[in-house]
């Protein structure tokens, strides 16, 4: 269960109304039960249900089961596209290690009236699923051209396109050239050859510049795909990288899902 509130040995945690009712009508957990929660900087707790009121539940913290970890640091920018696949890619963002989902407003986006309480609903949900230890955070539309204008150092962004680019499955890992086709193992994905992660783990903060593998982001365009304006302009970008999924047309969640599943199978947590 997500949590707010710190986590430390004896601290007493209140969940919410909502998450009270669910643990105690849907779960019937009663004073003495016990479950794992997390607030995404404490790592995973196992808490013990120490009191059931009419307003809530009140639990408390007995032993740290995982230690926070930071995951390599990849940013989903997805362009807005129908409310239901948004909302599916939300969902396989979380469960595929983004750490943010940026929506992006692009040429051609015919942006859907979207929820972001949902939208932060379901990354949390879909976070509590997966087993993650933090939840990635659902960022507010922005146009396109503004985020390339006030583009963050230090992150690689590739931007996928059916028009053509590097062959994903090399383009996703932070390498260049990949050694991991026909390096000493051959044609075969050499696992040996990917970052070791032990440089993120441990960390008490989230990776800043240049600490992790994976200050990266994924852009995904519209229905409509990318205007020329914008693939031109994103083609001529220091930090930008033109990604190829494959010779067929996918559909931007498949796309946005794909991507994300060679980048996580490669450095992901
Ligand atoms: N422009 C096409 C159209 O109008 O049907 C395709 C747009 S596609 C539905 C939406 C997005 O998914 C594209 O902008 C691109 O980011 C991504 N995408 C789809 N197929 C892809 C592929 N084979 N390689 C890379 N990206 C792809």
Redesign the pocket.
């Known amino acids: 269960l997500y949590v707010q509130g710190d986590l430390a040995p004896g601290a007493a945690v209140a969940p919410t109304l909502d998450q009270s009712r669910y643990l105690t009508q849907v779960m019937r957990l009663k004073a003495g039960d016990e479950l794992l929660v997390f607030n995404g900087r404490d790592g995973e707790w196992r808490v013990s249900v120490a009191e059931v009121l009419k307003k809530g539940v009140i639990l408390r913290a007995e032993e740290q089961m995982r230690p926070q970890t930071y995951g390599p640091d990849l940013e989903l920018i997805v362009a807005v596209v129908k409310k239901a696949r948004v909302e599916t890619i939300v969902e396989k963002a979380a469960e595929l290690g983004a750490k943010r989902v940026r929506l992006a407003l692009t040429h051609r986006t015919n942006a859907d009236r979207l929820r972001l309480d949902r939208l932060d609903a379901i990354a949390e949900e879909a976070a509590e699923q997966t087993g993650r230890l933090d939840v990635p955070v659902v960022d507010d539309p922005v146009k396109l051209d503004a985020l390339l204008d006030g583009w963050e150092d230090g992150r690689r962004l590739m931007?996928?396109?059916?028009t053509g680019?590097a062959p994903a499955i090399t383009a996703l890992t932070p390498f260049s050239p990949s050694p991991l086709w026909g390096g000493a193992t051959g044609g075969v994905l050499d696992r040996q050859a990917l970052p070791t992660r032990s440089r993120l783990e441990g960390l008490d903060h989230p990776p800043r510049d240049g600490e992790g593998e994976g200050r990266w982001a994924i852009l995904?365009?519209?229905?409509?795909?990318?205007s020329p304006e914008e693939g031109e302009r994103l083609r001529s970008l220091p930090f930008t990288t033109a990604?190829?999924?494959?010779?067929?047309?996918?559909?931007?969640d498949t796309?946005a899902i794909a991507a994300m599943t060679l980048w996580q199978a490669a450095v992901g947590d």
């Open positions: 931007f996928c396109d059916e680019g995904i365009g519209p229905e409509g795909g990318f990604v190829s999924l494959g010779p067929r047309i996918l559909r931007a796309a």
